[in-house]
Every structure is written in C-alpha cells, then in structure tokens.
C-alpha cells in the first residue's frame, strides 16, 4: 500500500518567516494530495490540496508544489503568523475510490512571535 | 455546510468495557472512516465503509469493530477496551467527489 512519509515532525520559525514542510509518498498511482491543519482541540480541516495534474497551486500565503517524477510535495507558508500555530498533516489518495487515503505523521508548527 | 458529530468529546471507561463511539454526519456520504490520533504516529485509520452495511479493515483494526446499518451513522466498537486504546478517535467523512475529507471534532477515550 501507500505510505506517506512528513517531516519535520516538528517546526518553531518567527513570524514573518516563512515555513515548509515536506511530505513524500511511494505509489505512483497517487493522484491526489491535500494538507489538513489542525488546531489546537480542533478537528483537522482542509486548506490546500492538489492534483497530480498540476505542479504548483497557490492560495494567498499558502502554496503546495508537487514534483511526480521524485514522488513528493511540499506545503509553503510565507509571512508566517501565529495563527498559523498547528499541526499540520499532508495524505494521497491513491485511484478514485475513497478507502486509499493516507496520512503523513503530522507536524507541529509553531510560530513565535 | 457538512457536519460530522461525534457522540462524546471526552470518555473514560474501564478495562474490559465493550465502548461505542459514534459519529453522525448530514450530507450523504458514501464514505465514513475512523482514525486513531496519537503523538508521533499520525492519523492511523482503523475501519472505513464505503456503503451501508459495507466494511473494510484499515491499517490497526485489531480489537475494533464497526457498524454501519443507516448511511449517516458510524459506530466504532471496542469489544473489550484495553489501555492501549486510550487515544484521539476522529471520525471522517469522504465527499461524492472523493476529495475534501471531512472530520468530526474527535472523542479523546481514556481506558483505566
């Protein structure tokens, strides 16, 4: 099956900074990647995702960029502020059905201010 | 907006309890899964069920079971809960599109 490698496993950047986190993935039928913030007692919601289709995709301060060839994709966040302070999971879902979804291990990202 | 609800934010059982947790959402999805959340290990998937009444083992379904009978609601059963059980459980839901997953607020289940 999948797996879904994620790291850092842990993240501390000033504000204003930016912060990245790197998520990698071995089956290359994977076609579908979104990233899951979690806050603190909250449950994880979607903020960015993208397809293998596309190499790059943008939404104001976030940005995810996928590279196929070397099977990982990486979550970018500029301008970092301390809202921004989560835990961060990436996944792939392999084919189209909805039972072949996998999580990375998460990463927690602080930001000080 | 879809909501997923989970029946308990907070549970404390005993050892050797059969426990429930359920998980109700409104926006007819096909797709329904449980995780375990722990430190260091992520969102773990333990059941999904892709239809009423349709189950499939995920990555740690030992000591679990599941009960799909109506499509809006999932259960997850610990036939005789055990400390290793003590965890974060997070139901999802998976749109008709296969794309966005949806979660509940998660159960934090502790085993004494």
């Known amino acids: 099956g999948e797996n879904v490698e994620q790291h850092p496993s842990t993240l501390s950047v000033q504000e204003g900074d930016s912060a990245v986190i790197k998520c990698t993935y071995s089956d290359s039928a994977s076609n579908y990647f979104p990233w899951y913030k979690q806050e603190l007692g909250k449950r994880p919601q979607l903020i960015i995702d993208i397809r293998s289709n596309v190499g790059e995709k943008k939404d104001q301060r976030i940005a995810v960029t996928l590279n196929k060839t070397a099977k990982h994709f990486s979550l970018h966040i500029t301008e970092t502020q301390p809202e921004d302070s989560a835990v961060y999971f990436c996944?792939?879902?392999?084919?189209?059905?909805?039972?072949?979804?996998?999580f990375g291990t998460g990463t927690s990202l602080t930001v000080i201010p | 907006d879809v909501k997923v609800t989970q029946s308990s934010r907070y549970l404390v059982k005993r050892t050797g309890e059969k426990v429930f947790l359920e998980c109700v959402q409104d926006m007819d999805h096909e797709n329904m899964f449980w995780y375990r959340q722990d430190p260091g290990l992520g969102l773990r998937l333990i059941y999904f069920s892709y239809d009423v009444k349709m189950k499939e083992k995920g990555d740690i379904p030992e000591g679990y079971s599941v009960s799909r009978e109506k499509k809006e609601r999932f259960s997850l059963i610990l036939e005789s809960a055990s400390t290793n059980q003590t965890s974060m459980y997070l139901c999802a839901t998976l749109s008709s599109m296969n794309t966005e997953a949806f979660f509940g607020q998660g159960t934090r289940l502790t085993v004494v």
């Open positions: 996944a792939a879902r392999v084919g189209n059905t909805g039972n072949q979804f996998y």
